[in-house]
């Protein structure tokens, strides 16, 4: 990232997994990052629809290389599915699975808000 580049995310992965106190905060986070990023719908709901069928944290860590395709094959969606990545890698609860999917769910609705 150059000096000029703006980062799109500014939501951590460990919030993701463990979101903080302050869950208003957390979710303006989301929706602030979503009005600056670039990745359609139709790209997180075919991520979003693997994860609703992970019940295992082991399951989980299979979806890297799904993120890996898609961050390659879709120009603006890479740094999204780092960060989603990178709390993928951290998981190992079941709680944390559902953590990720609400975050999901969450920059979804938000894309949907913003007519994405």
Not at 23 to 35: A, E, G, H, R, T
Request: proline share 4%; net charge positive.
């Amino acid at each position: 990232m150059n000096g000029r580049e703006q980062k799109k995310w500014s939501v951590s992965p460990d919030e993701i997994i463990s979101p903080p106190e302050n869950y208003d905060q957390f979710l303006n986070k989301i929706k602030d990052s979503v009005k600056s990023d670039k990745t359609r719908p139709h790209q997180l709901r075919n991520i979003h629809g693997a994860l609703l069928k992970v019940k295992t944290p082991q399951e989980l860590k299979r979806l890297r290389y799904k993120l890996a395709y898609t961050a390659g094959r879709i120009s603006g969606t890479k740094e999204l599915c780092d960060l989603l990545e990178q709390a993928i890698q951290r998981a190992n609860t079941g709680e944390h699975i559902g953590r990720i999917r609400e975050f999901l769910e969450a920059v979804i609705a938000y894309q949907k808000y913003f007519g994405k």
